[in-house]
């Protein structure tokens, strides 16, 4: 496999994602860490070389250029465990990392990014305004979650899945978003079985 280099900002869960699929493989990662508070992102340099959305992660495999931690995660993880094998378990770990972009995400992390590293007293109006949706739709990503998860040790089969590692990334950190874990037992349970897996590593945060 050509060398893997991953663009970075060490504290977004997007990012964390694509170095704990690394990790939980055994896969050597060249780390480029990027200042996204200081527009490190925005560069001329970046968006001709590395990305021209202006965003990370980028997985740079050799000399190409793979942008969207989801799929970073997949190109890494095809022919491991963390894909499973079988047409439907596959589509359905498709389905949960769709539902971690359009469901938790956007929520979960984005209050996290807002009250954490912005800080409720530097937003906008507008994103102030949307405080009380998003964590709405955050605490219904959470318990949809945690209802799955009362049944099952894992997302998807007898073992974690990219499924797995998509959710985990901003839903162990969610309460620097000021959601509260302890009131959904079934995913703090799963939370401890992701930081016993073989390989696992923490997020800086």
């Known amino acids: 496999m050509p060398e893997l280099?991953?663009?970075q900002d060490p504290r977004s869960g997007n990012c964390y994602k694509i170095a704990l699929t690394a990790a939980l493989l055994g896969m050597?990662?060249?780390?480029?860490?990027?200042?996204i508070m200081r527009g490190e992102t925005r560069t001329p340099a970046f968006l001709a070389q590395v990305n021209a959305n202006g965003r990370i992660p980028v997985l740079q495999i050799g000399d190409k250029f793979l942008p969207e931690?989801?799929?970073?995660?997949?190109?890494?993880?095809?022919?491991?465990?963390?894909?499973?094998?079988?047409?439907?378990?596959?589509?359905d770990v498709l389905r949960?990392?769709?539902?971690?972009?359009?469901?938790?995400?956007?929520?979960?992390?984005?209050?996290?990014?807002?009250?954490?590293?912005?800080?409720?007293?530097n937003l906008s109006e507008a994103q102030a305004a949307q405080i009380p949706a998003k964590r709405a739709a955050g605490d219904?990503?959470?318990k949809l979650m945690?209802?799955?998860?009362?049944?099952?040790?894992?997302?998807v089969g007898e073992a974690a899945t990219l499924a797995d590692i998509a959710l985990f990334a901003y839903t162990h950190v969610c309460e620097?978003?000021?959601?509260?874990?302890?009131?959904?037992?079934?995913?703090?349970?799963?939370?401890?079985?992701?930081?016993a897996l073989v390989g696992f590593v923490a997020m800086e945060s």
Not at 69 to 91: D, K, M, T
Not at 97 to 121: I, K, S
Not at 146 to 155: G, K, P, Q, S, V
Not at 179 to 192: E, K, N, Q
């Open 5 to 7: 280099i991953l663009h």
């Open 28 to 35: 050597p990662l060249r780390i480029r860490n990027y200042e």
């Open 69 to 91: 931690s989801n799929a970073a995660c997949w190109y890494l993880a095809q022919g491991s465990a963390l894909v499973p094998g079988e047409r439907f378990a596959q589509a």
């Open 96 to 121: 949960w990392m769709f539902f971690e972009q359009y469901n938790h995400e956007p929520n979960v992390a984005t209050l996290r990014f807002w009250l954490r590293f912005v800080g409720q007293a």
């Open 140 to 142: 219904a990503a959470l």
């Open 146 to 155: 945690d209802e799955h998860l009362a049944e099952r040790a894992w997302f």
């Open 176 to 195: 620097q978003g000021a959601f509260a874990l302890d009131g959904y037992p079934a995913v703090v349970a799963w939370i401890a079985r992701m930081r």
